[in-house]
């Protein structure tokens, strides 16, 4: 047995089967449930490294920053006075649960990129709380990224990271940062929190990318 | 794996023997994968409990109603089998070997498995940083590492929040706001704070600390288990 001698691509090299385990838990395997992960069902864990922050909304607002022509700054209102759009996605977290069909609202990153004029490749996400993480800038426009302020009907409550959070639901769900307040834009990668800390660069979670190397 | 032993009625110690093991941080996880005969997979993150100076690595995995994975560790597992584990994992929730100042450790359950490692670290380093435990079980028998917590040489407070013995002079309720200002350190002290548990247990105990006046920056926490609703 050694520890890092798993293909994590595969997940299959070597072969190892654990003796008496049947996974008799499974259930007919989704094909929607990216390797590794398991159907959490209804719950919905919470997973953060610090206290849950308390931004007043008087206070609250989201900044697109770093390499841009001009910064872009939305308050509260000017946020909820955005476009929005109902997003209804599966969300696969590194700890190996999956959620089917969680249901949220709020503005397209899109939208909030707006007119911005920039060379950048690369975003940092940083939140309330001191939390960061990085993307490739195409991972969060085209329409597969949002700031989300809704979930299940209901304004986003503070441990699932209210006011309102990231959502980037084609990466493992750490790259979703929770009280996000902006994004920084580079022409170089500067990794984030848990990046930092060994985690994948990227996160896709059909190729278990969970930590570095992987 | 060289031992699976009762550690509570519902958590069980798993003692391993690991073949190159690099080394670990007190506060540090492993991932645990196995495999059926068909190649389904099943893999989940438990803590390490036993210290980096141990010649064995202890996990102590507590069973979920209906858990796949921690079924099989704490119920079909036995000494000589093979177990497949990833790790190190995890810089963060860890033992500040090189900080200054006092630490606070607050658990709630299995929560206390980290701190293990934590307190185990600290007796073979012979650190004269100040330590302190904050444990919250449901009853005397769910208290995990009572052998390791009796030689840790630090305070440690328990509360018993379901069941207590009789004659039981400790304290018996949840952790509050009150609790923590009369059983951990001061925030004028600055302690570096470490919180795991269940996610509402965290959520309370984090929230408090700041309402003390605790630095949010200096608040450390690990939530697993129990999942909320939305």
Avoid at chain 2, 1 to 18: G, K, Y
């Amino acid at each position: 047995m050694g520890a890092n001698d798993i293909d994590p691509n595969t997940g299959t090299t070597p072969r190892f089967v654990s003796r008496g385990f049947t996974g008799r838990a499974r259930r007919a395997r989704s094909a929607r449930l990216p390797p590794g992960q398991y159907d959490v069902g209804t719950g919905f864990p919470v997973l953060s490294a610090g206290p849950t922050p308390n931004t007043h909304l008087s206070r609250w607002d989201f900044t697109v920053q770093g390499q841009v022509d001009q910064v872009r700054h939305y308050s509260w209102a000017e946020f909820r006075s955005l476009p929005r759009e109902d997003v209804e996605v599966d969300i696969h977290c590194v700890t190996s649960w999956s959620k089917f069909d969680t249901r949220w609202e709020g503005v397209s990153v899109d939208t909030l990129l707006g007119d911005v004029e920039s060379e950048a490749e690369y975003a940092l996400a940083f939140s309330d709380g001191g939390y960061t993480t990085n993307l490739p800038l195409a991972d969060l426009t085209g329409g597969r990224a949002w700031v989300v302020d809704t979930y299940d009907g209901a304004p986003l409550r503070p441990e699932h990271g209210g006011p309102a959070r990231l959502l980037v639901p084609h990466l493992y769900f750490w790259k979703s940062a929770k009280w996000v307040r902006g994004l920084v834009l580079g022409e170089v990668e500067e990794l984030g929190f848990w990046e930092r800390f060994g985690y994948h660069r990227y996160g896709d979670p059909w190729r278990q990318q969970r930590y570095a190397g992987d | 794996m060289l031992s699976v032993t009762a550690e509570t009625p519902t958590a069980s110690r798993l003692r391993l023997a690991v073949h190159d093991w690099a080394g670990h941080d007190a506060g540090q996880h492993v991932d645990v994968r196995l495999t059926a005969p068909d190649g389904y997979t099943a893999q989940r993150s438990y803590s390490i409990a036993s210290p980096p100076q141990a010649p064995h690595l202890d996990l102590v995995v507590e069973r979920l109603e209906d858990g796949e994975v921690s079924g099989y560790l704490t119920e079909e597992l036995r000494g000589g089998d093979l177990l497949e584990l990833r790790g190190p994992i995890g810089g963060y929730f860890v033992w500040p070997a090189t900080a200054a100042g006092p630490v606070q450790l607050i658990a709630g359950g299995s929560g206390v498995v980290p701190f293990l490692s934590m307190l185990g670290h600290h007796r073979a380093t012979r650190s004269e940083t100040q330590v302190r435990l904050l444990y919250s079980a449901r009853s005397e028998a769910d208290l995990i590492g009572t052998g390791e917590l009796a030689g840790a040489g630090i305070s440690t407070t328990v509360t018993l929040t379901r069941a207590a013995p009789p004659g039981w002079e400790g304290l018996r309720r949840r952790v509050d706001v009150t609790m923590l200002a009369e059983h951990t350190l001061a925030p004028e002290r600055s302690p570096l704070v470490f919180v795991c548990g269940p996610t509402s247990f965290v959520e309370t105990v984090a929230a408090g600390l700041l309402s003390l006046g605790h630095d949010q920056s200096r608040i450390k926490t690990e939530r697993f288990g129990a999942t909320g609703g939305p």
